[in-house]
Nanobody, 114 residues
């Protein structure tokens, strides 16, 4: 059973930065890794992804502000978030996909408020 643990969330002022980390229970080599977020009353949406080849995807609203990266040997994926605004407030979830399997972390809260 794969376990994913997110960390790095918190309260930040508008314009600030946070770096989220997702640590897997083993190597993530060959996996596609994703960050989703879910705001209160809204559906869970894909924010950024990085596939096993290192190709990255970002949803339009975070392009130029967020950066996804991975360290296969450490079993970690990161989301650097800059220029945060209140619309970024949500619970952020790490997701790992390998073949037909998908695993989720428990989520980490990000709140952007003055």
């Amino acid at each position: 059973q794969v376990q994913l643990v997110e960390s790095g969330g918190g309260l930040v002022q508008p314009g600030g930065s946070l770096r989220l980390s997702c640590t897997a229970s083993g190597t993530i080599f060959g996996w596609n890794m994703n960050w989703y977020r879910q705001a209160p009353g809204k559906q869970r949406d894909l924010v950024a992804s990085i596939n096993r080849r290192g190709t990255m995807y970002y949803t339009d609203s975070v392009k130029g502000r967020f950066t996804i990266s991975r360290d296969n040997a450490k079993g970690e994926v990161y989301l650097q978030m800059n220029s945060l605004n209140p619309d970024d407030t949500a619970v952020y979830y790490c997701n790992a996909v390998y073949m037909s399997e998908s695993w989720w972390g428990q989520g980490t809260q990000v709140t952007v408020s003055s």
